[in-house]
T-cell receptor, first 111, second 113 residues
Framework: LAKTTQPISMDSYEGQEVNITCSHN???????ITWYQQFPSQGPRFIIQ???TKVTNEVASLFIPADRKSSTLSLPRVSLSDTAVYYC????????????FGTGTRLQVTL | DTAVSQTPKYLVTQMGNDKSIKCEQN?????MYWYKQDSKKFLKIMFS???????INETVPNRFSPKSPDKAHLNLHINSLELGDSAVYFC????????????FGSGTRLTVV
């Protein structure tokens, strides 16, 4: 399983764009990159998943360079309610796969 | 409707007791999981079932025994509870074994005293 490295914490003001980068130097060919968000006392919530280049949905964008050794989750115009822990996961497709959650990045948004 | 529901939400019990946590998903997913989140917030997979068949069984003490009566339910029974079992246990499901798109329950906070 590819190991991931993320910043432990980040701070932002409301209304700013936040970019959280995850390093995964030993990502395998079949690995996808997935990001989850976790609020206190709740289970993680799927945000976005990608394989290469850029993926965008109504919540976030995911940028993946050509070498795929890192990825960046971009949250546009964050609000106080975006304060949470964000996890980057890298894992194989296919059967009997499993994902390992790293330490995550604790994002604190303030006014 | 709650997609993945766990009961109970909180569980306080004494060392040596046996307890169960129940999980149900109404998403029609084939695969269900149990994760453990410790005090340092690390999330570790414990078990995975696909269509009632055990697929993943991580290095978990055999005091932990999952049971899947059907693909919508995955229960976790814990025997002889120890202080170190205190954690938040999350149930999750995914449409198939395809990785990455899990739907998690809200967790069961187990405290062993």
């Amino acid at each position: 399983l590819a190991k991931t490295t993320q910043p432990i914490s980040m701070d932002s003001y409301e209304g700013q764009e936040v970019n959280i980068t995850c390093s995964h130097n030993n990502i395998a060919t079949n690995d996808y990159i997935t990001w989850y968000q976790q609020f206190p006392s709740q289970g993680p919530r799927f945000i976005i998943q990608g394989y290469k280049t850029k993926v965008t949905n109504e919540v976030a964008s995911l940028f993946i360079p050509a070498d795929r050794k890192s990825s960046t989750l971009s949250l546009p115009r964050v609000s106080l309610s975006d304060t949470a822990v964000y996890y980057c996961l890298v894992g194989e497709t296919g059967t009997a796969s499993k994902l390992t959650f790293g330490t995550g990045t604790r994002l604190q948004v303030t006014l | 409707d709650t997609a993945v529901s766990q009961t109970p939400k909180y569980l306080v019990t004494q060392m040596g007791n046996d307890k169960s946590i129940k999980c149900e998903q109404n998403l029609g997913h084939d695969t269900m999981y149990w994760y453990k989140q410790d005090s340092k917030k690390f999330l570790k997979i414990m078990f995975s079932y696909n269509n009632k068949e055990l697929i993943i069984n991580e290095t978990v003490p055999n005091r932990f025994s999952p049971k899947s009566p059907d693909k919508a339910h995955l229960n976790l029974h814990i025997n002889s509870l120890e202080l170190g079992d205190s954690a938040v246990y999350f149930c999750a499901s995914s449409p198939t074994l395809q990785q990455g798109r899990y739907t998690f329950g809200s967790g069961t906070r187990l405290t062993v005293v």
